[in-house]
């Protein structure tokens, strides 16, 4: 009868845990998703053309429905003042999820806008690290 007490109880956590965990990222307290994109520049660009793709790339992805805009962020005081980070937002980690995916899948076509704005900035950028948080 101990062991199938303590089973129960172990069982009785995980399934707590999960709601939890359920409820942390499912829960509107937590509104945007914050995509954090660190970026050594290839000398290629400047910030400012860069930040002109990203504002073209933001026309583009609000008239095609994605649920993501960026901006870029350049250090002025920070450990490394040579990389840039490109911060990229949505309304929540599943609109952030949706917007990836269907993003990635239309670049690795040739010739679609996507893959033309992953040709551009890859001429003037190299991503270093990438980093997700959720906003409350």
């Known amino acids: 009868m101990k062991y199938f007490i303590k ?13 939890m965990t359920t409820l942390f990222f ?20 400047s910030i400012e ?8 790339m933001n026309t583009y992805m609000a008239k095609n429905g994605y649920d993501y805009e960026a901006e870029m962020f350049q250090p002025v005081e920070d450990v490394d003042i040579t ?13 952030y999820a949706t917007a990836y995916e269907r993003w990635f899948d239309a670049a690795s076509r040739i ?4 893959a033309k704005f992953m040709e551009a900035l890859a001429r003037c950028r190299v991503d270093v690290a990438r980093s997700g948080y959720v906003t409350k």
């Open 83 to 95: 990389v840039a980070y490109w911060v990229g937002r949505s309304e929540n980690f599943i609109g």
């Open 26 to 45: 499912t829960s509107p307290a937590y509104s945007d998703y914050i995509d954090v994109v660190k970026q050594e520049l290839t000398g290629s660009c």
């Open 7 to 19: 089973l129960k109880r172990n069982s009785m956590k995980k399934y707590l845990m999960v709601a």
């Open 49 to 56: 053309e860069i930040a002109e793709i990203q504002d073209k």
């Open 111 to 114: 010739g679609t806008p996507e």
